[in-house]
């Protein structure tokens, strides 16, 4: 039983990184799409899809490679289902000086630090990006 669908997720792009494959097909939900979209705006991914497999929905990812290596260097989980981590947009500071993003949960949807501080909204900080 998977306990945190987040985690996996994370987990399957980066193993999939690390093996340099083009997709990785990732069990379909509303956040994991959600966190997908900020990727894809970002430039971490080229894109993604919805496909159906044997009657089960997954989301089909295109990771991004530059001069062969990921573009994907880290992805880790912040807030986990044990311990959940919430910060005012203010009190959020720059993943490695601006070169990676955290990415939010907030009021008005699943979007980047970046994207946080225009509308200057706060929320829970899902996971970080470089």
């Given at each position: 039983?998977?306990?945190?669908?987040?985690?996996?997720?994370l987990a399957r792009i980066k193993n999939a990184?690390?093996?340099?494959?083009?997709?990785?097909?990732?069990?379909?939900s509303k956040i994991k799409a959600?966190?997908?979209?900020?990727?894809?705006?970002?430039?971490?991914?080229?894109?993604?899809?919805?496909?159906?497999?044997?009657?089960h929905n997954f989301l089909r990812v295109e990771l991004r490679y530059y001069e062969g290596r990921p573009v994907i260097n880290m992805l880790d989980r912040v807030s986990k289902p044990s311990r959940r981590v919430y910060s005012k947009i203010k009190k959020v500071s720059s993943v490695y000086n601006g070169f990676g993003i955290y990415v939010?949960?907030?009021?008005?949807?699943?979007?980047?630090?970046?994207?946080?501080?225009?509308?200057?909204?706060?929320?829970e900080i899902l996971c970080k990006v470089f």
């Open positions: 039983m998977m306990t945190d669908p987040i985690s996996d997720m990184c690390n093996r340099y494959f083009e997709t990785v097909d990732i069990p379909s959600g966190i997908l979209r900020v990727l894809e705006k970002e430039g971490y991914i080229n894109g993604f899809q919805e496909v159906a497999v044997d009657g939010l949960s907030t009021s008005k949807g699943i979007m980047s630090d970046a994207e946080a501080k225009k509308e200057n909204v706060g929320g």
